[in-house]
Nanobody, 124 residues
Framework: QVHLVQSGGGSVQAGGSLTLSCVAS????????MAWFRQYPGEEREGLSV???????KIRDSVKSRFTISRDNAGVSAYLRMNNLTPEDTAMYYC??????????????????WGQGTQVTVSS
């Protein structure tokens, strides 16, 4: 019911920055919850951030000092700004959306809609 299209990502040197974008269409609503996850090979998706429709945010402690999130005024576009990247940030990154209110639990099962994913590779 919600279609998500991601852009951004790529390869950067350690210490560099990238911004990922996620644009939603379909049944997205003002109460929607949007989130960013990343996935290392062979592992479950790891929640990075959650943002509700009125500016409330939650960012995982391990990346809080380097990553920031934002959302456009209409609430249909989400952004993840990643600064001072390290090789440990190399992963597939996904955006996700729910038409329900945020649970703030960093659970992938909360989100029914997912972007196609984009690879981020950080070289040392």
């Amino acid at each position: 019911q919600v279609h998500l299209v991601q852009s951004g990502g790529g390869s950067v040197q350690a210490g560099g920055s990238l911004t990922l974008s996620c644009v939603a269409s379909g049944s997205i609503r003002s109460r929607s919850c949007m989130a960013w996850f990343r996935q290392y090979p062979g592992e479950e998706r790891e929640g990075l951030s959650v943002m509700d429709s009125i500016g409330g945010t939650k960012i995982r402690d391990s990346v809080k000092s380097r990553f920031t999130i934002s959302r456009d005024n209409a609430g249909v576009s989400a952004y993840l700004r990643m600064n001072n990247l390290t090789p440990e940030d190399t992963a597939m990154y996904y955006c996700a959306a729910s038409t329900r209110l945020c649970s703030w639990a960093f659970s992938e099962y909360e989100f029914a809609s997912w972007g196609q994913g984009t690879q981020v590779t950080v070289s040392s």
